[in-house]
């Protein structure tokens, strides 16, 4: 048996029944990604020593008793969440010495599960991007097939859990970056509820659309790792005071009776044949599961895409004000005054594509100009949230592709921003509306992984996870792996 | 909506970002086309639409004034590139 092959339930068990340890566990895992990582660049640091110190610790604990939920279960954590003592860089050169002093609250609640922290995976720059091509350092690369991306901005997550390198991972979502990542990889990646999730310690890129997820290797372990990190934050005032549901336990009731709706708007020219073809053949599947099918309409999907890049850059402009050198990070000392410091330290520290949304985002919310674009953008996400209101009055939940292509080829789509968006189109909408999403594979096309969408009305985690299991149990799509060469680089 | 090269300047001023000539012109062809899209929100009439700040119910959100334990100074200083006396040092902005 390949420990790092488990999932987090599987693993979890055999803990349980002592038979294995959580020291073996981490050092099978470890010795995964140093057989694999060189040619998937998933992880930008890895903590190898702290790792194998948390997975004793773990195996004490055990022996003493204890039960921590994610006792001895290694994790990989995007490295634009806070792990204190550990570099988060943002996949950002601007940060690529900040060490947090303190953990995201959502590693925090890991940490008191028992988890063991293997490391910090790649990311787009300040999580702004679709194929984590953004990265200040390098890119990651799709273990389908090494010459493509494995999505983005969790790009480095995705990958790390596809390729068995962790047994689960944290990322975050602001227009789809656990979801479409999740879908490139052929894993499972679900988007919680806006302000189900605390946002302390997630360095902020969009503050009204950001959201920790988890990526998992099936649906179970997604599900047990959204019990550990939901839940009010008073650290966090968009965080919500809601009781947290177990959201296990709706998973094997099944889909009888339940209103499954497909936006045409999700499908037609601009999704892939392949992607379309699988996607359908998955919402035959839960009809044929005793789910009520119907289509539906969701209007203002087309102006997602300008919506979020309005709104998400004029959030953005703001949170990354505060990289001018003084408190942490890159500073351009050499500089000989203050406001050529601040230019400088920004001008080396910043890539191309925080560049230009920043600069969109000063653009929209300026004088003169934030009627026209910021203001306006507000209010068409009104009308994007209200189509999903409508929505959800007939449906309980809504299917389609989570990405209109399969995996593209690395350096395909880095001239051209807006090509680089569109990536985004079928994510977009979910996190402007603040609702839950979650994507798992649901076939291949052209080798190469499909990702199904299942969107749910907020605070609707529990029906879509049901959706999510009854069609994977009712398919093999989560147990096909890619076949990756080992001890090559 | 195509931008002229003193408004790429006014704002990458505005967010004191320190471009070279290249890259001026490089986002002006750049954000020009993005805007361009943008614009079809015009399409949509939004007069009697509120727009969307946040999408929680969540508003004032407080805590009660009780003082509790916070970041040390010392961790909080730690990654800054310049200090004296705990104070995190930086240039003059008067002279």
Redesign the interface.
């Known amino acids: 048996m390949k420990l790092h092959e488990l999932t987090i339930h599987e693993a979890l068990r055999l803990l349980e029944r002592r038979e294995i340890s959580a020291v073996e566990l981490t050092r099978a895992v470890l010795h995964r990604i140093a057989d694999v990582d060189n040619d998937i660049k998933a992880y930008l640091s890895l903590t190898p020593e702290s790792a194998l110190e948390e997975a004793r610790r773990a195996d004490e604990l055990r022996r003493a008793g204890n039960q921590g939920a994610l006792l001895g279960i290694p994790m990989a954590i995007k490295d634009v969440l806070c792990l204190a003592g550990v570099p988060t860089t943002c996949g950002s050169r601007i940060l690529a010495?900040?060490?947090p002093?303190?953990d995201a609250t959502v590693v925090a609640r890991l940490r008191q599960a028992g988890v063991v922290f293997l490391g910090k995976t790649n990311t787009d720059e300040f999580a702004m991007g679709s194929s984590t091509e953004n990265s200040g350092f390098f890119t990651t690369h799709n273990p389908w097939d090494l010459t493509r991306v494995p999505g983005g901005s969790s790009g480095g997550s995705a990958a790390a859990v596809c390729a068995d390198e962790t047994l689960g991972a944290l990322g975050t979502d602001t227009g789809g970056s656990v979801r479409q990542p999740a879908a490139l990889c052929g894993v499972v990646g679900i988007r919680p509820t806006?302000?189900l999730v605390s946002r302390y310690g997630l360095v902020a890129f969009a503050s009204?659309l950001d959201q920790a997820g988890a990526l998992g290797k099936d649906v179970t372990d997604c599900a047990l790792l959204l019990n550990a990190i939901a839940g009010h934050d008073?650290r966090d005032?968009?965080s919500?005071d809601v009781p947290v549901p177990d959201c296990r336990r709706s998973l094997g009731q099944g889909v009888k009776g339940l209103r499954i709706g497909v936006p045409r708007e999700y499908f037609g020219a601009g999704t892939q044949p392949g992607v379309e073809a699988a996607v359908r053949q998955a919402i035959q599947v839960l009809e044929g599961l005793g789910a009520v099918v119907g289509e539906t309409s969701l209007p203002?999907t087309?102006?997602a895409?300008?919506?979020y890049?309005?709104i998400a850059p004029a959030e953005a402009?703001a949170n990354l004000?505060r990289y001018?050198?003084?408190?942490?990070?890159l500073?351009a000392?050499q500089?000989p005054?203050?406001?050529?410091?601040?230019?400088?330290t920004?001008?080396e520290g910043?890539g191309a594509e925080v560049?230009?949304r920043?600069?969109?985002g000063?653009?929209a919310l300026?004088a003169g100009y934030y009627d026209?674009?910021y203001?306006?953008?507000?209010?068409?996400?009104?009308?994007i949230?209200q189509d999903f209101d409508q929505a959800f009055q007939r449906f309980d939940v809504l299917l389609g592709p989570t990405s209109p292509t399969v995996a593209f080829k690395i350096g395909e789509r880095t001239a051209d921003?807006?090509q680089m968006y569109l990536a985004d189109v079928f994510t977009l909408s979910q996190s402007?509306?603040?609702i839950c999403a979650l994507s798992l594979p649901c076939g291949l096309a052209d080798g190469l992984p499909v990702g199904l969408q299942i969107s749910g009305p907020?605070f609707g985690e529990e029906t879509v996870l049901q959706v999510a299991y009854t069609y994977e149990q009712a398919t093999d799509w989560h147990t096909r792996k890619p076949q990756i060469k080992e001890g090559h680089s | 909506m195509a931008?002229s090269r003193d408004?790429?300047e006014h704002?990458?001023d505005?967010?004191?970002?320190?471009?070279t000539a290249e890259?001026v012109e490089t986002?002006r062809e750049?954000?020009s086309?993005?805007?361009d899209?943008?614009?079809?929100?015009?399409r949509?009439d939004?007069d009697a639409?509120?727009?969307?700040?946040?999408?929680?119910p969540?508003r004032n959100?407080m805590?009660a004034d009780e003082a509790a334990p916070a970041?040390p100074q010392a961790?909080?200083l730690?990654?800054?590139?310049?200090i004296e006396d705990g104070y995190?040092q930086?240039?003059?902005?008067l002279e």
Not at chain 1, 324 to 329: A, F, I, P, T
Request: aromatic fraction near 12%; proline fraction near 5%.
């Open positions: 010495s900040f060490v002093p303190y806006y302000g009204s008073a005032s968009t919500v203002h087309e102006y895409l300008p919506v890049y309005l402009s004000a001018d050198g003084v408190k942490y990070g500073s000392t500089a005054d203050i406001w050529e410091a601040y230019r400088r920004r001008q910043f560049k230009r920043i600069m969109l000063t653009y300026s026209a674009y203001r306006k953008a507000q209010k068409v996400r009104t009308l949230r921003p807006l402007l509306a603040g907020a | 931008l408004e790429v704002i990458a505005l967010a004191k970002l320190g471009l890259e986002f750049q954000l086309a993005i805007l899209y943008a614009a079809i929100l015009q949509l939004t639409i509120p727009p969307t700040a946040s999408v929680l969540l959100v805590r970041l961790d909080a730690a990654n800054a590139p310049s995190f930086v240039k003059a902005i």
